[in-house]
Antibody, heavy 123, light 110 residues
């Protein structure tokens, strides 16, 4: 079965850090670009970050997280990561990992999503 | 920043056609993708590259895009189509522009 499963969410204080993980199964992870998308409670979808397939080393970020969040991948472990630092209340959301349809992570759709992991930033 | 606008809600009777719009300056020159999200669930891709349906999405779903508006049409609407629908584009800005989601449309089946 083709799956993405996120983990690592939780409650963190403002200014704190958290690392999210996403494990892929059922497909060749290294053939695809990957993305993080978040959704604040009761709100719409917001793209966070993208990383291209291995070998092209393209990573890019939404303005709202650039400089605070870092995306990475470990193809040997079929895993995608999001390192989040300097967290703010506005980062509170469900974070989804999503597979991209373009290997360079540009101009693509997200054709497979995980169930999401909740991140709550609060004192 | 590039803004993509969707009407907050659309109501449609069963068996009728729901027409969802996605507006943005020059959006006809971009590839538009559409997602369906039911409460408590992750989004699901229902249309990509303006008019292509992923496997498993019924032919009742169709898409178009020109000028400043893209459209997702759902014909012969069923109760199971009730959900929030989001459009998404890639806006080229600098080396790698952002991926922008629309504000979302809640489809209610009467």
């Amino acid at each position: 079965e083709v799956l993405l499963v996120e983990s690592g969410g939780g409650l963190v204080r403002p200014g704190g850090s958290l690392r999210l993980s996403c494990v892929a199964s059922g497909f060749t992870f290294s053939d695809y670009s990957m993305n993080w998308v978040r959704q604040a409670p009761g709100k719409g979808l917001e793209w966070v970050s993208s990383i291209s397939r291995p070998g092209t080393s393209i990573m890019f970020y939404a303005d709202s997280v650039r400089g605070r969040f870092s995306i990475s991948r470990d193809n040997a472990k079929n895993s995608l990561y999001l390192q989040m630092t300097s967290l703010r209340a506005g980062d509170t959301a469900v974070y989804y990992c999503a597979r991209g349809t373009d290997e360079l992570a540009t101009d693509d759709a997200f054709d497979l999503w995980g169930p999401g992991t909740m991140v709550t930033v609060s004192s | 920043s590039y803004v993509v606008t969707q009407p907050p809600s659309v109501s449609v009777a069963p068996g009728e056609t729901a027409t969802l719009t996605c507006g943005g300056y020059g959006i006809g020159g971009k590839r538009v993708h559409w997602y369906r999200q039911k409460p408590g669930q992750a989004p699901v891709l229902v249309m990509y590259n303006d008019r292509d349906r992923p496997s498993g999405i019924p032919e009742r779903f169709s898409g178009s895009n020109s000028g400043n508006s893209a459209t997702l049409s759902i014909s012969r609407v069923e109760a199971g189509d009730e959900a929030a629908y989001y459009c998404q584009v890639w806006h080229v800005s600098g080396d790698h522009g952002p991926k922008v989601f629309g504000t979302g449309t809640q489809v209610t089946v009467l």
